[in-house]
């Protein structure tokens, strides 16, 4: 008979919720692994298929680590990115039950500078070479249906937005841009509203003034 205190332990959640594309992937390694194409990204985000957005393998593996190691140090990755990237105090203070509420210029959504940052996408998605991914995170939430989907007039909102910061610039220099939000039940990190922007071709200069950093 097998001594209880022999057993292992059961093994650790997943630090966010993984789809079933996201389990396949962690059986690949990353010579499987074909990155998705400007052409594809676009289908998938038309489409709304975005559960089939992939990371590379060893990357997606990287990033459930880097989770779970966040998680036990600063008690959520909402925490981490409030103290180390957005910077932003809550009203209500860390941790606080819900989601964290902040003093704003605006409640029009993108209206002022202060109620938004623009960051690089620390854990991008598999990408094809020349396309870069970067996120807008909000100080306060985008309308949603009762699926989690953006309601037509925030999707106008960011629609707008998309087009007057990123862009027109873009285009001016031979790139492209697309953007999504995913639903809630695709978000890794849920609490924060944040828009998923991709933009192809486009020079380092031009995401370092948007970003200031690449």
């Known amino acids: 008979m097998t001594s209880t205190n022999s057993l292992a332990p059961p093994p650790e959640p997943p630090a966010f919720h993984l789809t079933s594309i996201d389990q396949e992937q962690l059986s690949l390694p990353d010579s499987a692994f074909i990155p998705h194409s400007w052409s594809s990204l676009r289908t998938l985000i038309a489409s709304n298929r975005l559960e089939e957005l992939k990371r590379v393998p060893s990357s997606l593996r990287a990033y459930l680590a880097w989770s779970t190691a966040t998680k036990k140090k600063y008690g959520s990755i909402t925490n981490f990115l409030l103290r180390e990237r957005l910077r932003w105090t809550p009203l209500d203070g860390e941790g606080a039950e819900g989601p964290p509420r902040f ?86 990190v849920r609490g924060l509203d944040h828009v998923h922007v991709l933009m192809r071709d486009v020079p380092d200069e031009l995401v370092r003034e948007w970003v200031g950093e690449v």
């Open 103 to 188: 003093a704003v210029k605006s409640t029009i959504p993108f209206a002022e500078a202060e109620d938004f940052k623009i960051l690089v996408n620390d854990w991008p998605y598999g990408l094809e070479e020349g396309v870069r991914h970067i996120v807008v995170w909000l100080k306060h939430p985008l309308e949603v249906d009762g699926e989690g989907e953006l309601v037509d007039e925030a999707r106008s909102a960011v629609e707008e937005f998309v087009e007057e910061r990123f862009g027109k610039r873009a285009r001016e220099v031979g790139g492209d841009v697309l953007w999504f939000k995913n639903s809630v039940g695709l978000q890794s």
